[in-house]
């Protein structure tokens, strides 16, 4: 059945008369597909700001490193006493602690080591716990007896 559907097809084929191209078809056609491959360069706007910033903010920070006045010479940094000074601001910060740390800790009750003798005996409680509940048999239980 299918051979003489497909013969009559044929036949209907070729009793048709091809349509008419019109006249340069296919030169538009090739130019059509020739335009599709060539995708246009996608344009960027913001790229040429971010570089026109960046060689402003380049130019202003020349700008200012040339033209600031110089330091001046021989101030309080060269003076013993801002030597005594400076040592004096670095030491600061341990004296105030070292004051104030024993202070703190009886205020708020912190023993240091009494905190890890704690912290170490709950650690093995909840160990011991672990290897009693997985790996120790379970005590007998009585029996109930009902009479």
């Known amino acids: 059945m ?3 559907l497909e013969d ?5 084929a070729q009793r048709m008369t091809p349509a008419e191209v019109p006249a340069g078809m296919e030169r538009r056609i090739c130019a059509a597909i020739e335009r599709a491959e060539r995708p246009e360069p996608a344009v960027r706007p913001y790229r040429a700001w971010a570089y026109g910033l960046g060689g402003l903010a380049a130019a202003a920070t020349a700008l200012v490193l040339v033209l600031r006045p110089a330091a001046p010479r021989g101030g309080p940094a060269d003076s013993a006493d801002a030597a ?3 040592q004096a601001v670095q030491a600061l910060p341990g004296q105030v602690w070292d004051q104030m740390q024993p202070k703190l800790d009886a205020a708020l009750g912190r023993d240091p080591l009494g905190q890890e ?3 170490l005996a709950s ?3 909840s160990a011991l716990r672990f290897l009693a509940f997985n ?3 379970d005590p007998p239980r ?5 009479g």
Do not use: M, T, V, W
Not at 8 to 12: K, S
Not at 142 to 146: D, K, L, M
């Open 135 to 137: 790996f120790l048999p």
């Open 142 to 146: 009585p029996e109930i007896r009902q």
């Open 117 to 119: 003798k704690a912290a």
């Open 8 to 12: 009559a097809l044929r036949r209907e």
């Open 84 to 86: 005594q000074l400076a």
């Open 123 to 125: 650690d093995a409680r």
């Open 2 to 4: 299918s051979d003489s």
